[in-house]
């Protein structure tokens, strides 16, 4: 409570409004003079800074991206050519390894260009087919053995092949036109046959309820389609062309094995394959070697020197996008009809 009666000092005042002092004033800057036009200084100065890294950013990403591109021609240029001078002595060696189809390392491309690069250097006193491959396509086989045969009459050099692993189907097609085959004792050759798989899912369309819509121009136009069932005369057409597609590998290998090559051996242009010591007994190949006692004992050229042409980073690159874009133009076209 208060006392009515009371009275205060004189000069007493109880809710005195307060006065700045001179440092309150001092330290708040809209007590300065001029304060707006030092602020919108500092925001403008601000804004040009912040400008002037988001475009310093911007310059370093670009030129970032266009040393990484740079760097991908440079890739794509380079090739892996050998060091040593041509007047050096050497065995050539070009490396066959993995599945012989289009686009990969093995393709008919990339073989025959390291293949002209080991003929074509002087120094090199013999060329080496190191083989490492189950096999794979019969066109891409094909034409790396006839580009052996005009390369080898061309240069007058002479090219063995040596087998790792595994030289079957296809990979022995391409040895049969080298002048000897050296393999391991444990390696697998052979494998003289041709074939083409894939699955039939009629039945299980039929007991799941699925009806397959197919809609062809022709009526053998979709007779490899797995939904769809094969007839007679299509499985006949079929194996027509296997049968002759085989042949035409039989023929190779005679040609190129020659007398050396026992023919009245029971399955041997079955299918089957050997090991690398029957490889030897029945014809296939020549003698038991790898690639440095042919480099020493038969070529007489002891230094080795790489030639194998392989797919470099850019390449890969530039694969996946051109894949990337011909699956989005296939999406684009899905529903139109093709001649493939």
Known sequence: MTDSNRTEPEGFEPFERATPSRNTSRNDPTQQPNWERAT?????????REQRATRRWKTFVRLSWLAFFIFLVWLAVSRGTPTTAKTTSHTAVVEIKGEIANGGDASAEFVIA??????????AKGVILLINSPGGSPVQAGIINDEIKRLRAKHNKPVYAVVEETCASAAYYIAAATDKVFVDKASIVGSIGVLMDGFGFTGLMDKVGVERRLLTAGENKGFLDPFSPMSDAQRVHAQKMLDQIHAQFIDVVKKGRGDRLKVDTPGLFSGLFWSGQQAVELGLADQLGNVDFVAREVIKAEEVIDYTRRENVAEKLAKKFGAALGDASVRALRTAPALR
């Not at 919108?40 to 040009?48: H, I, N, V």
């Not at 390291?114 to 120094?123: T, V």
């Open 40 to 48: 919108l200084e500092k925001l403008a100065f601000a804004s040009l």
């Open 114 to 123: 390291a293949m002209k690069s080991a003929f074509e250097d002087d120094g």
